[in-house]
């Protein structure tokens, strides 16, 4: 199987769930990984923090980053707080917009111009299932999952002659602590019920499908979004 080797990954909220099973599958093979999460950490040269719920906090993580040449971008980091969309106050909604879709977008403006002058680059946008259909409770989280998808399909029109893939990865319910956080278990229960596969994914089975849209045996997919939920999206 051909690999993605020997390329500087740049993986965000790395530090738990699918964020991390990534920074592990590219580590295995051979890439060097910068991750991020909120939190100051003890150790490793390869992890940054970031905390996207404000532009400040964006704006200084996007300037460290200008000068890594960044090969490959997962833009991962991701909030879901569940509530109706009337107790959903101003607060709240920028802070989803900040950390779920502008966040990714600067950081993709942040790396586009190594990427173009190496006329290679590989950009996954996590966005979600609810970007493209609806649940209650999850207005402005479906808002920019939906929001990440068109900017994958515009950034894709314009840099993908430049050897640039970028690709939105929607998964459907996968088991970390944002789904156990959000869902009780009867919650859980209907929905593994109305899952075709019958259970939630795992975060390593979406790491390495993740891991292998970065070879470049994958070159000519670009903009679109792919679904990866044990089929639950098939069902009316
Ligand atoms: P987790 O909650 O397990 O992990 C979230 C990651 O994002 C952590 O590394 C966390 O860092 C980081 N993060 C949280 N808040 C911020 C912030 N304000 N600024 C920067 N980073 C932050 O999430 P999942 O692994 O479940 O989800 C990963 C992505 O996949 C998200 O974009 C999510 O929307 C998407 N997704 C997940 C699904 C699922 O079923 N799990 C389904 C569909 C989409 P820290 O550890 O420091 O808090």
Same mark, same amino acid.
């Given at each position: 199987?051909?690999?993605?080797?020997?390329? &500087?990954?740049?993986?965000?909220?790395?530090?738990?769930?699918?964020? =991390?099973? /990534?920074?592990?599958?590219?580590?295995?093979?051979?890439?060097?990984?910068?991750?991020?999460?909120?939190?100051?950490?003890?150790?490793?040269?390869?992890?940054?923090?970031? %905390?996207?719920?404000?532009?400040?906090?964006?704006?200084?993580? /996007? $300037? =460290?980053?200008?000068?890594?040449?960044? %090969?490959?971008?997962?833009?991962?980091?991701?909030?879901?707080?569940?509530?109706?969309?009337?107790?959903? %106050?101003?607060? %709240?909604?920028?802070? !989803?917009?900040?950390?779920?879709?502008?966040?990714?977008?600067?950081?993709?403006?942040?790396?586009?111009?190594?990427?173009?002058?190496?006329?290679?680059? &590989?950009?996954?946008?996590?966005?979600?299932?609810?970007?493209?259909?609806?649940?209650?409770?999850?207005?402005?989280?479906?808002?920019?999952? $939906?929001?990440?998808?068109?900017?994958?399909?515009?950034?894709?029109?314009?840099?993908?002659?430049?050897?640039?893939?970028?690709? /939105?990865?929607?998964?459907?319910?996968?088991?970390?602590?944002?789904?156990?956080?959000?869902?009780?278990? $009867?919650?859980? =229960?209907?929905?593994?019920?109305? *899952?075709?596969?019958?259970?939630?994914?795992?975060?390593?089975?979406?790491?390495?499908?993740?891991?292998?849209?970065?070879?470049?045996?994958?070159?000519?997919? !670009?903009?679109?979004? *792919?679904?990866?939920?044990?089929? *639950?999206?098939?069902?009316?």
């Amino acid at each position: 199987m051909e690999r993605t080797q020997n390329k &500087k990954i740049l993986i965000t909220g790395g530090t738990r769930g699918i964020g =991390k099973a /990534c920074v592990e599958e590219f580590l295995l093979n051979n890439n060097e990984v910068i991750y991020t999460g909120t939190a100051q950490k003890k150790s490793g040269e390869n992890f940054m923090v970031a %905390d996207f719920s404000t532009l400040d906090g964006i704006n200084e993580f /996007c $300037s =460290k980053v200008r000068k890594l040449n960044i %090969d490959i971008l997962i833009n991962n980091a991701g909030i879901n707080f569940p509530k109706p969309f009337l107790k959903e %106050d101003t607060e %709240d909604i920028l802070k !989803s917009y900040y950390v779920n879709l502008l966040a990714p977008v600067l950081l993709v403006k942040t790396v586009l111009p190594s990427m173009i002058k190496n006329n290679w680059g &590989k950009i996954i946008n996590i966005g979600s299932i609810l970007g493209a259909s609806g649940k209650k409770d999850r207005a402005s989280y479906s808002m920019t999952k $939906s929001g990440l998808e068109a900017f994958t399909r515009s950034i894709a029109i314009e840099y993908s002659k430049y050897g640039i893939n970028s690709l /939105c990865v929607a998964p459907g319910y996968i088991d970390t602590d944002l789904t156990r956080r959000n869902l009780n278990e $009867s919650e859980r =229960k209907l929905i593994e019920g109305s *899952i075709p596969i019958g259970r939630f994914g795992t975060p390593l089975e979406l790491a390495k499908i993740i891991y292998s849209f970065t070879h470049d045996s994958f070159n000519y997919l !670009s903009g679109n979004t *792919i679904t990866i939920d044990g089929g *639950i999206s098939i069902l009316i």
